[in-house]
């Protein structure tokens, strides 16, 4: 027996044992070692297998040999996803809710490249950095996957000499190489829209305009209630220094408390004393200051702090943050979803202003509420922190011995829906940078907002489901009794169309009439229309609306004895137009 045949008869007997432990509920450290010799064993198969393929060495294989390769492994990569028609029709209504506010609100529309430049990306991002998906060299440029819209926005502004003003969106794919959490819309590859308004505009004004926007979106998408949480990233560092903190620990320290919304105060200190070296007195000073969290009274509270107060860049937050709570106060249904919460930092390093995010009940933690900075600490060092994500059993990485942690997802919750703040230097930083050394370029301040359209459809898809929502855009089914009639559907199919009215039919000659009535069920379509020989001489068409319902928690044709009326043919169009189906057909919903 050859050496590859070993190895493959012992992976065969391996898995037998691997499965024959996990039906057995066998002890986990057993199961881990089981599945280290296992994956061992296929990464010694498989490097024999390249030897061994004439293929792989440049030269023609040999198909007389017989040769056993491994089965192609059908499954996407880690962190993405497919979505089917049904997912994909609702994603298309989120996305439509999104586009429609962004246009409402003045927006005009960029694409970028989902790829960009590595030094373009490179240093934007803090302790995130090392999510940054870098791509192999190509042609002599060293490239990476945008990490998100800002920064390729602040690149496209910049190649334009700075002279971009007004409101920008953009909807798309970016990528970070960040533990997924699938059914919490945290996945590797993901949906962003953002909107961002660019230029010199008076004080505040942009910032509330942005605010607005997001409460309008969340309003009109099904995600229930929430808060935006926000903070200024000049109180914040006003806070750091006031407390103690050295200038070059201010990003790192940030980057920890922004962690308060899934960690307990207790264990962001530690990570604060005994990872970044921060004293414990300067976090303990940071703890006192974090824990707050309001609507103007919180202001007020702040300015009667005077150490805080002789710090000129709290100083500047605290007018600023004064300002916007002004303007929000114009524009309706937006400040009782205000939290003015001083523990939001942001960990991304382009931040200059004011900072938010948009959170659910789903955000946090399941069972985490004492995860806010609110909380007090526990009495002592041994007292219980609420329960933190459990890490499955480790598998290993393909083609390497280093293995990843998989999270229990159970115990993980959405994070925030949407996010942003000011950046009023990223465009400054490309064209100086652009200069050259010693030379500084053109600057233009900038706001926006990054709303995460894979957690909010991890939000909205059960609610859909639940409310018996359609899952295709198809109205009208046309159909044929007796002989086909392949040309007069064609022909009506096309007439309908032309009219707007979304139209399909069964693509054979001679279709049976249960054929096609169920392949309008399978689509869920409210209207079939059955032409007839006798009924076309007449220019009549019969028309029978389908209804569904609820039966045992799934959607079902309601079985019905009515046979349809007839429609004259010139009269369709304007007969389907009046019906309350058609009328409220951008709703969504089926039953």
Not at 563 to 590: C, D, F, H
Request: aromatic share 6%; charged share 30%; proline share 5%.
């Amino acid at each position: 027996m050859s050496t590859a045949d070993a190895l493959s008869a012992e992976i065969t007997k391996q898995t037998a044992l691997l499965n024959e432990l996990r039906l057995q509920n066998n002890d986990p450290t057993r199961l881990d070692a089981t599945k280290r010799e296992l994956g061992e064993l296929k990464r010694r198969f498989a490097a024999i297998s390249r030897v061994n393929d004439p293929a792989e060495n440049g030269a023609p294989a040999d198909r007389d040999e017989g040769k056993k390769r491994e089965r192609l492994l059908l499954k996407t990569a880690k962190g993405t996803r497919d979505y089917g028609p049904a997912e994909m029709y609702c994603r298309e209504h989120i996305e439509r809710i999104v586009k429609d506010v962004f246009t409402t609100y003045g927006g005009s529309c960029l694409d970028t490249p989902v790829f960009e430049r590595k030094d373009i990306l490179a240093g934007k991002y803090g302790e995130d950095q090392k999510l940054i998906f870098d791509l192999m060299d190509q042609g002599g440029e060293q490239l990476a996957l945008r990490y998100d819209h800002t920064v390729p926005l602040a690149r496209y502004i910049a190649m334009s000499g700075a002279t971009v003003q007004g409101k920008i969106w953009q909807v798309g794919k970016v990528y970070r190489r960040d533990s997924p959490v699938m059914s919490k819309g945290r996945m590797r590859e993901f949906m962003q829209a953002d909107l961002d308004i660019v230029g010199v505009w008076d004080p505040m004004i942009p910032d509330a305009e942005i605010v607005s926007l997001l409460c309008t979106i969340l309003s009109n998408l099904d995600v229930g209630e929430f808060t935006i949480k926000i903070n200024h990233r000049k109180i914040l560092d006003g806070i750091f220094e006031v407390c103690g903190v050295p200038s070059d620990k201010i990003r790192s320290i940030s980057s920890a408390v922004d962690k308060l919304d899934k960690l307990p105060w207790s264990d962001v200190k530690k990570e604060m004393t005994e990872e970044k070296g921060l004293s414990s007195d300067a976090a303990d000073k940071i703890g006192e200051y974090v824990k707050h969290k309001g609507g103007p009274a919180l202001l007020d509270q702040l300015k009667a702090d005077e150490v805080l107060m002789s710090n000129p860049s709290a100083k500047q937050g605290l007018q600023d943050m004064e300002l916007l709570f002004t303007l929000l106060k114009a524009y309706n249904n937006v400040i009782d979803k205000i939290s003015f919460d001083m523990s939001l930092a942001r960990g991304l390093d382009y931040y200059t202003g004011i900072i938010y995010e948009a959170i659910v009940e789903a955000s946090a933690p399941p069972g985490f509420s004492s995860a806010n900075a609110t909380a007090p600490p526990p009495a002592t060092a041994g007292a219980s922190s609420p329960a933190q994500p459990k890490k499955k059993s480790k598998k290993p990485k393909a083609d390497t011995l280093e293995e990843e942690e998989e999270i229990d997802e159970s115990q993980v919750g959405v994070g925030s829906i949407a996010a942003g703040g000011r950046y009023d230097n990223l465009v400054g930083l490309f064209t100086s940078a652009a200069a050259g050394e010693g030379k500084k370029g053109a600057s233009l301040p900038c706001i926006g907002v990054s709303i995460g359209m894979d957690r909010i459809f991890a939000i909205i898809w059960p609610k859909w489901v639940e409310k018996g929502m359609r899952s295709k855009e198809t109205m009208v089914y046309v159909m044929a009794a007796g002989d086909g009639l392949l040309e007069e559907r064609i022909r009506l199919v096309q007439e309908l169309r032309d009219a707007g009215v979304k139209t399909d039919f069964l693509a054979k000659k001679k279709p049976k009439l249960p054929a096609q009535f169920a392949a309008a069920e399978k689509d869920e379509v409210p209207f079939d229309i059955i032409l007839g020989a006798d009924e076309l001489k007449e220019g009549l068409v019969t028309v029978k609306e389908q209804k569904w319902e609820f039966v045992d928690g799934k959607k079902a044709k309601v079985q019905s004895a009515d046979q349809g009326i007839k429609v004259r043919r010139e009269e369709l169009v304007a007969w389907l137009k009046s019906t309350p189906t058609y009328l409220n057909w951008s709703s969504g919903r089926l039953i």
